[in-house]
């Protein structure tokens, strides 16, 4: 399992939610909220497969929020 | 396990090899996350790219290529192209902010111009009666409207001191009477 940690003032709620929407057939997420964070816990089949998938998550979050104009 | 990398300072950049992963933290005061996130956007098409903000004033920037395992040259590469690339676009982020004025000034002729001049149709179904702004003080009154004639009897009473007062010898500037001669 991989956890990966968003800062709030960097990734847009919104995106990240978008992004586990993607990517919801390519493994188990689990998401919550710290007071500066968006935590998600990214679980696959392998220990590569989750490293990839949780790559590639980060990747669509930030790709997302930067498109839309910033985390705010 | 963190490793320097050679002909980098040690204290803002260490590399995961291991991990194949390199970071390194930027100043917000040097680079606006404006240009953070220009630069990072280019990378995330071969690195997976990680923003972090581990202090005020901060930005913790992290990447993984995703194809193969990278040596320490490999990741040296990466951070050297991230750099020249966040340095490209702080300096096209500060030149649009000094330009904004002159880019809407000519957005905005450019779209005015587009539009056309107004036809003669257009014209004739222009409202001009309406009021655009207040005028409290009657300064867009005309002369007509704010002094005409009521009736008969105010224009006597009002032209009666205006007749009296040419009866009397004009002042001069100075304050004497008549000419100075």
Redesign the interface.
């Known amino acids: 399992m991989i956890e990966?940690?968003?800062?709030r003032?960097?990734?847009r709620g919104t995106a990240v939610d978008e992004a586990v929407k993607v990517f919801a057939r390519h493994g188990t997420f689990a998401l919550s909220e710290q007071p500066?964070h968006w935590v998600v816990r990214v679980e696959s089949k392998t220990p590569a497969r989750e490293r990839?998938l949780?790559?590639?998550l980060?990747?669509y979050a930030?790709?997302l929020?930067?498109k839309q104009g910033?985390a705010t | 396990m963190t490793s320097p990398i050679a002909g980098l300072p040690t204290d803002v950049v260490q590399a995961d090899l291991g991990a194949g992963t390199v970071a390194f933290t930027i100043d917000t005061a040097t680079y606006p996350l404006e240009a953070v996130y220009g630069a990072s956007y280019i990378f995330i098409d071969r690195c997976f790219v990680l923003l972090d903000r581990p202090a005020d004033g901060k930005i913790r920037v992290s990447l993984a290529p995703k194809k193969g395992v990278p040596d320490a040259d490999a990741l040296r590469s990466i951070v050297g192209e991230f750099g020249n690339e966040l340095l490209g676009c702080a300096w096209r982020a500060q030149i649009t902010q000094q330009n904004r004025a002159v880019i809407e000034a000519l957005t905005t002729q450019a779209l005015a111009g587009a539009m056309g001049p107004p036809s003669l149709d257009e014209l004739a179904s222009f409202d001009f009666t309406e009021e655009s702004f207040e005028d409290p003080l009657g300064i867009a009154t005309s002369w007509e409207d704010k002094y005409k004639k009521k009736d008969g009897k105010d224009a006597t009473a009002t032209a009666a001191p205006s007749a009296a007062t040419s009866s009397q010898p004009a002042e001069s500037p100075t304050g004497g009477k008549g000419d100075a001669a």
């Open positions: 990966l940690r968003l800062h003032d960097l990734y500066e990839q949780a790559g590639e980060g990747n930030l790709g929020t930067v910033g």
